[in-house]
């Protein structure tokens, strides 16, 4: 009888389960890549604490060729580059939130890619990217910039869940 219970449970959450995960996710903001045919949606920007930001992107290559994302590559810093020069802005204070760093001044970011590689966007790919950042509790609201696109203005922080 247990089995049975066990086995309705799992059979009866399972179409609920399978519901939520076909729900597109939820596009805060978009815009054209500088490289063409690319697609960078903003995703989330959300505290995860009163003093941390997580903000999430993606690529999507529209096109059927592959796209260069990154200018550089010099080392160690390559598998950052798609979020490391990326910044968070308060307008009503005019103050630029970096990538933080961690203690071997490392982003705390996303890597994609190898060191001495460019950033590769194969044909119809996604590639995500996330970035934490310091910013005070008492900002709302921030400007997301990434390198390659128009700044997305006036985002607003989402609350820790």
Not at 12 to 30: N, W
Not at 38 to 54: A, G, H, M, N, Q
Request: hydrophobic fraction near 40%; charged fraction near 25%.
């Amino acid at each position: 009888m247990r089995i049975l219970s066990a086995i309705w449970m799992l059979f009866g959450f399972l179409p609920a389960l399978v519901c939520l995960a076909d729900q597109p996710e939820t596009v805060l903001a978009s815009a054209d890549h500088e490289s063409g045919g690319v697609k960078v949606e903003l995703l989330e920007v959300k505290r995860e604490s009163p003093t941390v930001v997580t903000v999430r992107w993606r690529y999507r290559n529209e096109t059927t060729t592959p796209k260069q994302l990154t200018h550089q590559r010099t080392g160690w810093i390559d598998p950052y580059r798609l979020s490391s020069e990326s910044y968070l802005l308060d307008e009503v204070k005019r103050v630029k939130f970096e990538v933080s760093r961690d203690t071997d001044r490392r982003p705390v970011a996303s890597r994609n890619g190898q060191p001495n590689q460019y950033i590769v966007i194969r044909p119809k790919q996604t590639i995500e990217v996330w970035a934490k950042y310091i910013v005070p509790e008492s900002v709302h609201n921030v400007t997301v910039s990434i390198e390659g696109v128009t700044p997305f203005g006036n985002i607003a922080i989402g609350p820790a869940m």
